[in-house]
């Protein structure tokens, strides 16, 4: 069973081929992923409109390479996924009618992934984890606690009622001069920073419901630099890692809240899992790595290369879906929102 993957959220125009592999783990036989990055960098930010256009430009491309690198034509596939949403509505778009023409072509079956799925799903593509698993799925446009008890069975424990915390990254990072995206340049310069330097806030610290909120750090963090300016390096250096250090507080806080909501909507979990882009962290892994120990659970998280936006990740919820019989057909919508994890009741 090979599943082509194919995603255009947002930034990162991606196509891969997943089959299933061993210990119930994915096989990766083709991952093309071209970040867009450089066009979007001096706007500090995604361009909805420059993200489109370069999805048309290379998409087509990165497909016929996927193939090639696996050795395959579309023939040998057994299905076509694309992450049919949330994001860019341009970007989805294109990704989708992409996936559509395939599958109507090569009548293969058409899986339309919702993107935030693909990286709950991605701790089974790389570790074959079973379910109950806790996520933390922290990247870009969101940041949720999420109680991952089956394909297509989610309930979430807790979300952000604000910023997400790649956000909050990029905002900081833009604050400070530094580049975008802003996790990478932030996490960077606090390596070398006093985390001590300034006392940031840890908002919803001891907050009994699993929710976050980032927005007053963040304000937080640009008083403090307006208070020092004109900011030197060093200045910079302590301002991330003070930074870091805050949102490391918060995560470990808040997943302590959601290891207690898990027990009760789905009993013990296999793993604490993190996903998205702010779980490339090497501070967050830490963190996370050391309170999973402390419950006695395994942490699992991706490989660098797949915490952010991938098309093998889109593959393998594909696969995940028509092992189970979830196809689409040709009127799958795009769509720029589509919550996939039900709320916990209150
Ligand atoms: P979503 O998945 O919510 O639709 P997205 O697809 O844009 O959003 P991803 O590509 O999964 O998000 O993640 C990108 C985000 O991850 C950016 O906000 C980026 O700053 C953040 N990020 C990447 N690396 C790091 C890092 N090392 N530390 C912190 N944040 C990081
Ligand atoms: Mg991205
Ligand atoms: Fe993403």
Redesign the pocket.
């Known amino acids: 069973m090979n599943v082509l993957g194919i995603e255009t959220?947002?930034?990162?125009t991606a196509a891969a081929i997943v089959a299933p592999g061993e210990d119930g783990r994915g096989l990766i036989r083709a991952n093309e992923v071209l970040s867009q990055i450089a066009e979007h960098a001096a706007y500090g930010g995604v361009v909805p409109e420059i993200a489109a256009r370069a999805h048309v430009e290379v998409l087509d491309r990165l497909i016929a390479r996927a193939l090639d690198t696996a050795g395959m034509r579309l023939s040998d596939l057994d299905g076509i996924a694309v992450a049919a949403g949330?994001?860019l509505i341009g970007g989805v778009l294109i990704g989708l009618v992409t996936a559509k023409t395939l599958s109507l072509v090569a009548r293969k079956p058409l899986l339309a992934v919702n993107?935030?799925e693909a990286?709950a799903l991605t701790a089974r593509l790389t570790d074959g984890l079973a379910f109950p698993y806790l996520l933390l799925l922290a990247?870009?446009?969101?940041t949720q606690l999420v109680a991952v008890k089956g394909v297509g069975d989610y309930v979430r424990l807790g979300t952000t009622i604000d910023d997400?915390?790649?956000?909050a990254?990029?905002k900081v990072a833009k604050l400070l001069g530094l580049g975008y995206?802003?996790?990478?340049e932030?996490?960077r310069m606090a390596e070398g920073g006093n985390p001590e330097r300034f006392a940031l806030p840890r908002p919803m610290l001891g907050r009994r419901e699993a929710n976050f909120s980032l927005s007053g750090l963040k304000t937080a963090l640009r008083v403090e630099a307006e208070r020092i300016a004109p900011l030197a390096e060093r200045d910079v250096a302590d301002l991330c890692a003070s930074f870091q250090a805050a949102i490391v507080d918060v995560v470990v806080d808040r997943l302590r809240v959601g290891l207690r909501a898990f027990a009760e909507v789905a009993g013990h979990p296999t793993a604490l899992v993190a996903a998205?882009?702010?779980s490339?962290?090497g501070a967050i892994r830490r963190a996370l790595a050391a309170q999973a120990g402390e419950a006695g659970l395994p942490f699992v998280a991706p490989p660098l290369n797949l915490?952010?936006?991938n098309g093998a990740m889109i593959a393998w919820a594909g696969l995940e879906r028509l092992r189970l019989g979830l196809v689409d057909d040709l009127t799958a919508p795009a769509r720029a929102r589509w919550p996939f994890a039900e709320p916990k009741a209150a």
Do not use: K, R, Y
Not at 139 to 142: E, F, I, L, M, P
Not at 164 to 167: D, H, K, N, P, T
């Open positions: 959220t947002c930034d990162e949330p994001g993107h935030l990286h990247s870009g446009g969101h997400a915390i790649g956000e990254f990029d995206p802003g996790g990478p932030v996490e998205g882009g702010v490339a962290n915490c952010g936006d």
